[in-house]
């Protein structure tokens, strides 16, 4: 005879296999037509966030405004590239692979497959004397060009000006929730 905490585990299993049953003809797949590969030129449609869930891109209008990220200079449109040209970040190549028209997908893409780390000696001390001559005042926060490079002030003191040239998204994980809307192999 079966104990009671047997008998419970053998309930939940059938109760799953039933809920598993029951949810799988609700589920639509995704797998005829064709299918991504290096070489293929995809357009999707993308939501970019942050780990801590802040949207910080998107090809969808709505999604722009719902999160307060809309540009009315930008077109709203999937986007496209062709997967191993290097058109997009590393992470996101890698991500479509594989996937067909109208499959939906989320990734996480570690800061080496996207912008790459936060570099050091791309952190550079500037003499003040330098933006005084340009009749700039420096202010934390603030981004400056210098030779055509657009860097951020991260510290400003009485000798130096402190400039940061990564990349804003250097060292960041990025997520990306992707849906593939045309494909041409």
């Known amino acids: 005879m079966l104990s009671f905490k047997n008998k419970l585990r053998y309930i939940l ?58 540009n009315p200079n930008r077109e709203y449109k999937p986007i496209n590239f062709t997967v191993g040209a290097g058109q997009v970040i590393k992470g996101l190549e890698r991500g479509v692979l594989g996937m067909h028209v109208g499959e939906n997908k989320i990734i996480e893409i570690p800061p080496e497959e996207a912008y790459g780390p936060i570099r050091e000696d791309l952190i550079i001390p500037i003499p003040i004397e330098y933006f005084i001559k340009a009749n700039i005042t420096p202010v934390v926060g603030s981004y400056v060009y210098v030779r055509g490079q657009p860097a951020k002030i991260v510290k400003v003191n009485n000798t130096h000006v402190v400039l940061d040239f990564n990349s804003p998204m250097a060292g960041k994980t990025l997520i990306f929730n992707i849906t593939v809307v045309d494909i041409k192999n």
């Open 13 to 70: 299993a059938a109760c799953s296999l039933l809920l598993l049953i029951s949810l799988s003809g609700c589920v639509s797949s995704v797998s005829e037509g064709p299918v991504v590969k290096n070489g293929s030129t995809v357009s999707i449609n993308y939501i970019g966030m942050f780990k801590n869930g802040t949207v910080f891109d998107t090809s969808i209008k709505s999604v722009a405004e719902k999160y307060g990220i809309y």
